[in-house]
Nanobody
Framework: VQLQASGGGLVQPGGSLRLSCAAS????????IGWFRQAPGKERRFVAA????????YYADSVKGRFTISEDNAKDSVTLQMNSLKPDDTAVYFC???????????????????WGQGTQVTVSS
């Protein structure tokens, strides 16, 4: 399974970006799809996750009310709509997928079996 994250870029504070995560080699059925981010010199941190096909979502407190994770069934992908971006949101964003049957905490990296390569998001004026 390969995951492809896309949509990153440079945006001013208060702006928006839309990230996408697509899978090849396997679809997202029975999977939890998560987004994590890693800023320079910091550990990878959870951002948001969604249970594919069920629609349950979970967000880190730092992005609640600003970010929205959703599934695009037509494209078999997961999007992360990021609004009201702040400089602290600057990081490389990774998408990951894990089998829902693992029943692990969605915010923990071990929940996820496959990881994408990351896409850079820079929030700066």
């Amino acid at each position: 399974v390969q995951l492809q994250a896309s949509g990153g870029g440079l945006v001013q504070p208060g702006g928006s970006l839309r990230l996408s995560c697509a899978a090849s080699g396997r679809d997202f059925k029975t999977s939890v799809i998560g987004w994590f981010r890693q800023a320079p010199g910091k550990e990878r941190r959870f951002v948001a996750a969604i249970y594919w096909g069920i629609g349950n979502t979970y967000y880190a407190d730092s992005v609640k009310g600003r970010f929205t994770i959703s599934e695009d069934n037509a494209k078999d992908s997961v999007t992360l709509q990021m609004n009201s971006l702040k400089p602290d949101d600057t990081a490389v964003y990774f998408c990951a997928s894990g089998r829902a049957e693992k029943r692990m905490y969605w915010g923990d990296p071990p929940m996820y079996d496959y990881w994408g390569q990351g896409t850079q998001v820079t929030v700066s004026s």
